[in-house]
């Protein structure tokens, strides 16, 4: 009997205690982690893969180099399993990646041409493994051009969105106007008898993505400081969407989100409802930044439009749809120091919860996505001591990383 007893004592004792078997698990569910050798490195995009291993797009700056595209696969605790750097002689960086139907990993990039310091686009397509299938550049010689996103149509084509100089009336303030192109999965750009390119409004136009719809048509998202002659209470900078058909030729109405100040475009998702969420970032006279986000109905028809009421200096980055609310990131500007931020927001603008983080130095938000279980994860930069290094920030749906 007493033999009985003390069996039940260390079995007890046993399930009681905090020992690594039993509480490692919980941690290792959440956490930060970091990404990167010599030099700095910042992170930018991910995605999320079907066997819930992330893809972590940056750039590689070695102290002895040029800035270089990194990319680094890593599983569901975070854990690298791959990472390699492309590039060449010149300095290059990482806008965006999207997998292709066949699995193959395309990113978007923008280089610095060796003559002048001008911006082309670029396109790199590697295989699963991270192998470099191919690569080709975007652009016309002797102007600025970038790209941000990329789409894959239904008929498995590309379309590149961007900006550039290369202006269709140049003149004035038209500075800038948004281009895309249309290319084959091989990277073969089709002919503009297929494609629209240039979108201008003898303003400064700057494209961040394109979406295709049921019916082949396209909605493309941006930055626009066009004079909003449909509404007074919009001025200077504003995001803006237009819808074209599916040759690119612009066939409607162009829209507008923003106030008096400025609103700079970051990034549009398509919502469970068919509509559209978008967020970017309203810099008003002072120089103070906030989070403004805006939402549309499927036909584009206007459904709201919110800043988020925060107390602090701070850029939206990225959003996420999560249960019928929306997960935002964004950096915080405080006297001098940047860090993350994560938060919660409803459909109407409501904080449900929020989050930082970061330390002493400079932290920065890239993308963020809200998993299946509902967790969270955020690509970003974050400093440790005099190098940046990319991370990956997993949470709870609580935005938390400790119990």
């Known amino acids: 009997m007493r033999i009985g007893v003390l069996y039940i004592i260390l079995l007890t004792l046993l399930f ?27 992170g930018v995009d991910l995605w999320v893969n ?50 292709d139907p066949s699995g193959n ?21 590697l295989n699963a493994e991270g192998v470099l299938i191919d690569s080709t550049y975007i652009g016309t010689d002797g102007f600025d051009d970038e790209i941000n996103g990329i789409t894959i149509t239904q008929n498995q084509e590309l379309i590149v969105v961007g900006s550039t100089e290369n202006v269709l009336a140049p003149g004035g303030s038209n500075t800038w106007d948004i ?20 979108y201008g409004y003898n303003e400064q136009d700057y ?56 609103q700079e475009a970051s990034q549009m998702i398509r919502t469970s409802d068919g509509g559209f969420a978008m967020i970017g970032t309203t810099t008003s006279a002072s120089g103070g930044n906030s989070i403004f986000i805006s939402r549309i109905r499927s036909n584009n028809d206007f459904l709201n439009a919110f ?7 701070i850029r939206g980055r990225s959003i996420a749809e999560s249960s019928g609310d929306y997960i935002i990131s964004g950096t915080i500007d405080s006297n001098g120091t940047t860090d993350i931020y994560l938060a919660r927001v409803s459909s109407t603008g409501l904080i449900k919860w929020e989050n930082s983080f970061g330390g002493a130095d400079f932290d920065v938000a890239g993308k963020v996505a809200a998993l299946n279980d509902g967790s969270i994860i955020i690509v970003g930069t974050v400093e440790l001591e005099s ?15 400790e119990p």
């Not at 990319?390 to 935005?399: A, D, E, F, P, V």
């Open 307 to 313: 800043p988020l009421n925060v107390n602090t200096n």
């Open 179 to 198: 281009f895309s192109i249309r290319m084959t999965l091989d990277l073969n750009e089709l002919p503009l008898s297929f494609w629209r390119r240039f």
């Open 207 to 262: 494209g961040v993505q394109a979406f295709e719809k049921a019916d082949g048509s396209f909605l493309f998202f941006g930055t626009t400081n066009r004079f909003t002659q449909d509404n007074s209470q919009q001025d200077g900078f504003n995001m803006f969407v237009f819808p074209t058909d599916n040759t690119g030729i612009v066939s409607g109405a162009e829209k507008y989100f923003g106030t008096l100040d400025n």
């Open 387 to 401: 190098q940046t290094k990319m991370c990956l920030i997993k949470t709870s749906n609580l935005g938390l990383i």
């Open 50 to 99: 079907d066997d819930n291993t992330f893809l972590l797009l940056g750039s590689s700056k070695r102290t002895d180099g040029n800035s270089q595209i990194l990319l680094t696969k890593a599983d569901e605790l975070g854990n690298e399993i791959w990472s390699y750097t492309y590039g060449e002689s010149h300095n290059e960086y990482a806008k965006s990646v999207i997998l």
């Open 105 to 125: 990993i395309l990113i978007a990039a923008v280089i610095e041409e060796s003559d002048g310091g001008k911006t082309n686009g670029k396109i790199f397509k």
């Open 16 to 42: 009681a205690c905090d020992t690594e078997s039993n509480v490692e698990p919980y941690y290792e569910q959440y956490f930060i982690k970091y990404y990167g050798l010599e030099g700095d490195q910042v």
